[in-house]
């Protein structure tokens, strides 16, 4: 249905304006969302089955909840009650061989990475893509909004939406090791150019899942860490990152240069107590002293 991993955002390229946004509109889920038919039978298998993680969320916790797999009876409701839904439709809507399933359109590379081996795991993952559904929305909006959207800063960003998402979803976040969104996942994709396989991809935003759900990321510390810092180092190296970084800071100079002028002594006096000590230890670096 999409561009292989490997191939998705072979446009972005050093040195270029970078135009991805289509891309991220055009992936097998982001289709796979346009074209599925949300049925009230699909609805209240989804509802369910937030249902009955929600119930293991508050008996277990979420790092037990991450170990565990729904039996189909959680889902389906117990034998005889006038409201369980039949087993027959749960494998008609969720099967493997499901032509409108989630998973049936995504690459085989991606599939293989995530752990949904049965019906009510391929429900979960087209629940956790509905629930996240208006996190995606919200990030590709602010993208779409900036002058020159960067990959680098989508990656980040992407990883900062997933986290709200899980923040706010813990149970469907944690079910199956706090595997992430396959939204978030191909996103990821494409905004690294190629540079992440599709278990690499998982392995970061099940991590970011993690430190969410267990409330060790905390967005008022240091940005994202290890998560971050893994994140850039495998799809930004330093020869890529080089160029964006000295025109994003020559355009931010342009800025800063236009306001220098309109401020007080005072205001001047602010800025350069912050600049010269940053731009001081960049030099040192490009030019130790001997």
Request: one cysteine or more.
């Amino acid at each position: 249905m999409s561009a292989s991993p490997a191939s998705i955002g072979v446009r972005l390229v050093k040195g270029e304006t970078i135009f991805f946004i289509e891309e991220l509109r055009q992936t097998a889920t982001t289709q796979w969302c346009r074209s599925a038919h949300r049925s009230d039978n699909r609805a209240r298998f989804y509802g369910r089955l937030d249902a009955a993680l929600e119930r293991r969320l508050r008996d277990a916790g979420p790092e037990s909840l991450a170990c565990q797999r729904l039996r189909q009876r959680e889902v389906l409701g117990p034998k005889g009650d006038p409201s369980s839904l039949p087993k027959s439709t749960l494998n008609d809507l969720f099967g493997q061989s499901a032509a409108d399933s989630l998973l049936f359109g995504i690459q085989r590379e991606l599939r293989a990475a995530l752990p949904y081996y049965d019906d009510v795991g391929r429900c979960s993952a087209e629940l956790g893509v509905w629930t996240y559904a208006p996190y995606r929305d919200e990030w590709l909006t602010e993208l779409t909004h900036l002058e020159e959207p960067r990959p680098r800063h989508a990656a980040t960003a992407l990883v900062w939406a997933v986290a709200d998402w899980a923040r706010h979803h813990h149970a469907v976040a944690a079910h199956l090791g706090f595997t992430p969104p396959v939204t978030a996942v191909e996103d990821l994709l494409v905004v690294s150019r190629g540079r992440l396989d599709a278990v690499t991809a998982v392995g970061l935003l099940t991590r970011v899942n993690r430190l969410a759900v267990t409330g060790e990321l905390d967005r008022g510390g240091q940005v994202l860490g290890p998560v971050h810092d893994d994140l850039m180092s495998l799809a930004f190296d330093v020869v890529d990152l080089l160029p964006v970084v000295v025109d994003e800071l020559r355009a931010d100079l342009d800025v800063l240069l236009r306001i220098a002028g309109k401020l007080n002594p005072a205001g001047r006096g602010q800025v350069a107590e912050v600049l010269v000590p940053a731009f001081a230890e960049v030099m040192e670096v490009l030019f130790p002293t001997p």
